[in-house]
C-alpha cells in the first residue's frame, strides 16, 4: 500500500504539546520524514528517518515511531508552530516512489 | 548554499503546451535526485516524479505517468517538467526540490511556480 493517513488538524495551546500522526502499512520497513509547511512558503524538511531533527530545527520538535505509525511531536509549542505538517515515505517494494500524508494544520489557539 | 530558483507564474489555456523549470546551484547537479510535487490550491502536497540527472533516469507517480514529462538539460544544471495538452485540473502550484543523498525524501525546495489553466 501505498497510503499514508494523517489526522485533518491538531489544536493546541501555546506551551502545551502538539502530536500529531502518521499511519502506514509500509511504515515499519521504510523511513518516515515529516516537512513543516508555512502559508505562501514551499515546504521544509523537519525530521528525517523517523527520529533525526534535521539541522536549525528547534529541539522542541521530535518524532517516534511504533509500528504502522510515526508521530511527530513538538513540546512547549509557539505561535510561530502553526502550519501544516505533512509526512513522506517511500514504496515498500519500490522506494524510489514517494508518497506524502494528507497533511495537518496545526492550529496554536 | 543549496539553490533552486524556478521558473514565473504561467497562465495558459486548456490544451496549450506547458514547460516550467527549476535550476539548481551550490552543488553538482548530475550527482542527486531532483523531483517535482503538486499542490493544488488549500491542499496537500502531491509526489509526482524524480529524475537522477546524471544519467536522466526517471520514475514516476503511477498518478501522474503520461500525464507529464520531467526531463533535464545538464548543460544548465536546470529540470524541467512539461504538459503537452494542459487540462482546467492541472491548475496548481508546483515545486522542485532535492532528494537526499542516500535518502528518500527532499531536503531542498524551489520557491515553487503557480501555474492557472483557464479558458
Known amino acids: 500500500s501505498s497510503g499514508l493517513t494523517q489526522p485533518p488538524s491538531v489544536s493546541v495551546s501555546p506551551g502545551q504539546t502538539a502530536r500529531i500522526p502518521c499511519s502506514g502499512e509500509d511504515l515499519p520497513q521504510q523511513y518516515a520524514y515529516w516537512y513543516q509547511q508555512k502559508p505562501g512558503q514551499a515546504p521544509v524538511l523537519i525530521i528525517s528517518?523517523?527520529?533525526e531533527r534535521t539541522s536549525e530545527i528547534p529541539e522542541r520538535f521530535s518524532g517516534s515511531t511504533s509500528g504502522t505509525t510515526v508521530t511527530l511531536t513538538i513540546s512547549g509549542v509557539q505561535a510561530e508552530d502553526e502550519a501544516d505538517y505533512y509526512c513522506?515515505?517511500?514504496?515498500?517494494?519500490?522506494?524510489?516512489?514517494?508518497?506524502f500524508g494528507g497533511g495537518t494544520k496545526l492550529t496554536v489557539l | 548554499e543549496v539553490q533552486l530558483v524556478q521558473s514565473g507564474a504561467e497562465v495558459k489555456k486548456p490544451g496549450e503546451s506547458l514547460k516550467i523549470s527549476c535550476k539548481a546551484s551550490?552543488?553538482?547537479?548530475?550527482?542527486?535526485?531532483i523531483g517535482w510535487v503538486r499542490q493544488k490550491p488549500g491542499k496537500g502536497l502531491e509526489w509526482m516524479g524524480v529524475?537522477?540527472?546524471?544519467?536522466?533516469?526517471?520514475r514516476y507517480s503511477p498518478s501522474f505517468q503520461g500525464q507529464v514529462t520531467i526531463s533535464v538539460d545538464k548543460s544548465i544544471n536546470t529540470a524541467f517538467l512539461q504538459w503537452d495538452s494542459l487540462k482546467a485540473s492541472d491548475s496548481a502550484k508546483y515545486y522542485c526540490?532535492?532528494?537526499?543523498?542516500?535518502?528518500?525524501?527532499?531536503?531542498?525546495w524551489g520557491q515553487g511556480t503557480l501555474v492557472t489553466v483557464s479558458s
Open positions: 529524475i537522477y540527472p546524471g544519467d536522466s533516469d526517471t
Open positions: 528517518k523517523d527520529t
Open positions: 513522506q515515505s517511500t514504496n515498500n517494494s519500490n522506494p524510489y516512489i514517494m508518497f
Open positions: 551550490g552543488y553538482t547537479f548530475t550527482n542527486q535526485w
Open positions: 526540490a532535492r532528494r537526499t543523498d542516500h535518502l528518500f525524501s527532499f531536503d531542498s
